[in-house]
Nanobody
Framework: QVHLVESGGGLVQPGGSLRLSCAVS???????????VAWFRQAPGKEREGVLC????????YFADAVKGRFTISRDHVNATVYLQMNSLQPDDTAVYYC???????????????WGQGAQVTVST
């Protein structure tokens, strides 16, 4: 069973930056690093939306056009951690951010079996 833990959320002013981390572990087999990991976000009153995804080989897929040019995703294979670097943050980026894992990237949240607990990101003056 894959276990994911997010960290790095917080309050930032518009135009600022934050980096979220998602530590991936697999208690049944040493396969944590083989999963594709995606970031989703859910703002109050809105549906959960896909943001970005990275596969085992480092290939990335953007699910949200609104973050292109501002957000990037990367992974550290040694530490089995995936990062979401968020720059030029705007109030519309305010949401709870979740990481999720499965075999391959897909923008459909219902296809992911494993989820982290979520990290609150608030962009405000």
């Amino acid at each position: 069973q894959v276990h994911l833990v997010e960290s790095g959320g917080g309050l930032v002013q518009p135009g600022g930056s934050l980096r979220l981390s998602c530590a991936v572990s697999d208690f049944t087999a040493d396969t944590a690093d083989l999963y594709a990991v995606a970031w989703f976000r859910q703002a109050p009153g809105k549906e959960r939306e896909g943001v970005l995804c990275i596969n085992y080989g480092g290939g990335t897929t953007y699910f949200a056009d609104a973050v292109k040019g501002r957000f990037t995703i990367s992974r550290d294979h040694v530490n089995a951690t995936v990062y979401l670097q968020m720059n030029s943050l705007q109030p519309d980026d305010t949401a709870v951010y979740y990481c999720a894992a499965r075999a391959t990237c897909t923008p459909y949240s219902t296809f992911y079996e494993s989820w982290g607990q979520g990290a609150q990101v608030t962009v405000s003056t």
